[in-house]
Structure formats: C-alpha cells, structure tokens
C-alpha cells in the first residue's frame, strides 16, 4: 500500500468491471464506458491495478 500516491484509471479502460468487483473499499464505479476510482474512498492497496487486463490503472505521484 503506497498512501502517497493515487490511483486512477485511464481512458483505455475497456469498462470490463473487474476492478469494480476487485476493489475492498467499493470506491470503484463505471461512468459511461470507463471506471473511475472515487480517491476519497481509496485506500491505495492496487488490487485494481493487479487485476486490470489492460493496464488502464495508474499511479499519479
């Protein structure tokens, strides 16, 4: 866990919905054809960005 840094999710975000069901604070939801990550609510473990298939989690720091 890096509570420094954030978690976001790219526009090559396929909205396949694994991070969504991935994620243990639930702070993952879909808008339109992609995920966003509500930070206030994150907790910076990265299981999404474990799990993504396309890579479309980064880290900003």
Not at 8 to 18: F, H, R
Not at 46 to 55: F, N, Q, W, Y
């Amino acid at each position: 866990m890096d509570e420094e840094n954030e978690y976001y999710i790219q526009s090559s975000c396929i909205a396949c919905g694994k991070c969504i069901t991935q994620c243990p604070q639930h702070c993952i939801d879909l808008k339109g054809s992609m995920a966003v990550i509500r930070q206030e609510d994150c907790r910076h473990c990265g299981e999404c960005r474990e799990i993504c298939p396309v890579g479309a989690v980064a880290v900003f720091d």
